[in-house]
């Protein structure tokens, strides 16, 4: 499926300016139809006077109308005329009968998406970047309760804030929304001065757990957060911007074993602040499970390191035996084992260091590539090794077994490919989204007699290739050009890099 960066440039009318302002604005797409009680699709002008859909948001709060996505489709013409007006007017339009859609009643509202040029100047763009259209329901016909009254109360600011450039605000952070507190979670709403004038059961309950008792409403939310933290001696130097409402900031209030995470987004009408909705969600557990994972990541790390520490001493205990003993043969076959166990911990040693199971397998096999110079030197080679392409970076499953191989092929095109002359050894790494083609070429004398050998090095290289990774492995000799083996390995696993 298309991303929507990709959907917004292939309408041709839209900048990379105008797709960052989308992309920030979709991240509260979720919020808005939630605090609307209504389904909200983005569109994207396209063509001389089209416009196509972008992004949907359905409805938690409310049965959405919409039970198929529009993502990607050119809008209905019974909404082409209010997109149109709205977009050409720059202004708030809403349908003046109700819409009819599947035999369902519906107010449709069309809000143009003004952009804002720079952070804290009030030019806009020449003309709006998209338009977004509400869709509620009006079929159901009850009483709404005072927090559906609220809600739409905050709602409809935020669509004025919409069409001003006021919202989103570039000023608010850009990370990851993982526990990020939303409408049903919990609201507060603030005046201008940082009383609450409202406070739904969800949120009223989550500063019940924290150790307030009383009612929020009426109730300054920084002094209600002071008597919480009463005592705390470190505290989040951005808490004060988001219990007051003057900063669209995130932050995590934590008393009495519990944790409740607060955005504050600042409620502006002609570029003055006049309040603010904070969203408040009860992120115990979640944030329980994150430190969990970091505790995990830590001893996995430990770990690998320890693994790395054996191995090498392994190596190093490999490396004297091979010094001490007086067969030529025997001080081979240790120096090939010291080699391979001195590959696999370079790759837990990358691992030790990294807060994934995942490596930047270049730099891997660069540092594997430096036991070339001690192979050549023991074979009376001058080899010249190089690496272009990339690699890109794999799980360490698909590491351990690779990077062993390579280092493989390549001492055996240092050892046998060059042996007893100057030469070099180039490795090609070629990644798709599906298959990693990797290609070891020497420009030494080629195979004997054109077949492929069956030590246990080249037996090692098969069993890892084609047994672990599921590849192929292909050797064959180019004229005038040495050894050439191809080895070719899926990539049905792993997230394209």
Request: proline content about 5%.
């Amino acid at each position: 499926m298309s991303t929507l960066s990709d959907l917004v440039l292939a309408q041709g009318r839209s900048s990379q300016a105008d797709v960052d302002w989308l992309h920030m604005l979709v991240g509260d797409l979720q919020l808005l139809a939630d605090l609307a009680f209504a389904d909200i699709v983005l569109w994207v002008p396209s063509g001389p006077d089209g416009f196509v859909a972008v992004a949907h948001a359905r409805p938690s709060s409310a049965a959405t109308l919409f039970y198929r996505d529009f993502v990607g489709q050119e809008i209905k013409p019974q909404w082409h005329d209010l997109a149109t007006q709205a977009f050409g007017s720059a202004r708030i339009v809403d349908s003046s009968a109700p819409d009819w859609y599947e035999e369902m009643p519906t107010r449709v509202r069309a809000v143009p998406v003004m952009r804002r040029l720079t952070s804290t100047g009030t030019k806009l763009a020449d003309e709006p970047v998209a338009v977004i259209t509400r869709h509620t329901n009006l079929g159901a016909t009850r009483t709404p309760s005072r927090q559906e009254l609220t809600f739409n109360e905050c709602a409809e600011e935020l669509f004025q804030m919409i069409a001003s450039g006021d919202f989103p605000d570039l000023g608010a952070p850009t990370g990851p929304r993982r526990g990020a507190p939303r409408a049903s979670d919990g609201l507060i709403r603030l005046d201008v001065d940082g009383t609450t004038t409202f406070a739904s059961p969800n949120a009223l309950s989550a500063f019940n757990r924290m150790g307030f008792d009383d009612e929020l409403e009426g109730e300054s939310l920084a002094e209600v957060s002071t008597k919480i933290l009463s005592g705390k001696l470190v505290i989040d130097e951005s808490l004060p911007l988001v219990v007051t409402g003057r900063a669209p900031w995130r932050t995590d209030v934590e008393s009495r074993g519990v944790t409740v995470s607060l955005r504050a987004i600042p409620i502006r009408h002609r570029g003055e602040r006049i309040g603010a909705i904070v969203l408040s969600r009860d992120v115990t557990e979640l944030r329980h499970q994150e430190q969990e994972l970091i505790t995990k990541d830590a001893t996995i790390r430990e770990i690998h390191h320890r693994v790395k520490n054996n191995l090498q001493t392994v190596a190093s205990l490999l490396r004297i035996q091979a010094r001490r003993t007086h067969s030529d043969e025997a001080r081979e076959a240790l120096t090939q084992a010291m080699r391979r166990v001195g590959a696999i911990a370079v790759v837990h040693d990358t691992l030790s260091e990294g807060l994934t199971q995942n490596v930047d397998f270049d730099a891997v096999f660069d540092r594997a590539l430096l036991l070339v110079a001690e192979v050549a030197s023991a074979h009376n080679t001058t080899a010249h090794p190089k690496r272009s392409g990339s690699f890109g970076v794999l799980p360490s499953e698909y590491a351990t077994p690779l990077a062993l191989a390579l280092t493989e092929l390549v001492t055996n095109a240092v050892e046998h490919g060059l042996a007893g002359q100057e030469g070099d050894v180039e490795i090609t790494a070629d990644r798709s989204p599906t298959t990693l083609t990797v290609q070891v070429r020497d420009t030494g004398s080629g195979l004997p007699e054109g077949k492929v050998g069956e030590g246990l090095g080249t037996q090692i290289v098969r069993t890892l290739i084609q047994g672990e990774l599921g590849g192929t492995i292909d050797w064959h000799t180019v004229v005038g050009r040495g050894t050439e083996v191809t080895i070719d390995v899926p990539l049905r696993w792993i997230t394209p890099a």
